[in-house]
């Protein structure tokens, strides 16, 4: 009996060679048409609801190549362009937005990375710009040496080079908080955008448009407050994270009783799995890229793989 489950992650989906950042990582319109194409010809699209009847019932059989789309940060691409693809052709999708990003109008770091690596080519400039400011840093906090720094990252990446994950590490997680912040928000203004807030509300979804994409059958889930990395955070910050993505998705109308955690960056770890276990999350999705098996995997950290490890 099957009990393997491909679930797709997705991030940006939009008319990249028409839109301000070309260069953003993400989807053109026409592949993600020909992907459900694909999708449609080779595998039987299902939802969340028949995941967890999977797993409540070892004799629930699934159909055959069961597929899963899920699609990560909340972006208005996810509306404006997923939603009616989907919607037409009866198929569902799993939306995971970030609470902050939704509520506050501001960009997430994660994005600003992006959109600063896509509007400046030159990424030993970007680099250097980071290492230096760092000394300005360096007497208000106990910051490593730049070499120190450069060799936090030796592994490859399937789809990066090394420069730019040591750019995205060092502003993601590696230097301290604050510091990561402000170096990120200067590198934003400078390349981006001045204006945080309107290009926040031009990048992310609304609070309306979650509740529409819901009321139209679309599942809703968490993926934290303010993305963090909850495997390198407090247990007291996972909290909150967690506490106040489920907040955010019941004041946005959705349902929280069949709740999804989507991990921020895919980061969990023993305390952050407690911490959903304890509030009852049915299914957790993390950015190991293989097929699920719904009888090995821990339900509360699928794999999933990415969309460029689909025909498209
Ligand atoms: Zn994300």
Known sequence: MNRTVTIVMYHYVRDLERSRFPAIKGLSLERFRRQLDHIQANFTPIGVEDVLEALAFPEFELPANP??????????????NVFPMLDARGMRGCFFPSAQAVLEHVVLDVNKIQFVLAAVPDMQRLLDQVLSALDEFRPEYALRTREEYA?????????????????KRLLQRE????VRAEIVRRLFAEYVSADEAAFACELY???EQIACMQRHGMHIGSHGYSHLWLSHVSLETQIEEVDRSLDFLRQTGVST???????????FNESALRVVEDRKCRLGFSVEARIANLDIDHRLALPRIDTNDLPS
Not at 175 to 178: D, Q
């Open 67 to 80: 597929i899963l789309l899920t699609f990560d940060d909340g972006y208005s691409d996810h509306f404006l």
């Open 257 to 267: 009783e069949n709740w999804t955690m989507c991990y921020p960056y895919g980061g």
């Open 175 to 178: 230097l301290p908080e604050p």
């Open 151 to 167: 060799a936090t990252v030796v592994e490859e990446h399937r789809y990066d080079p090394r420069e730019i994950i040591l750019f």
């Open 205 to 207: 979804v609304s609070v």
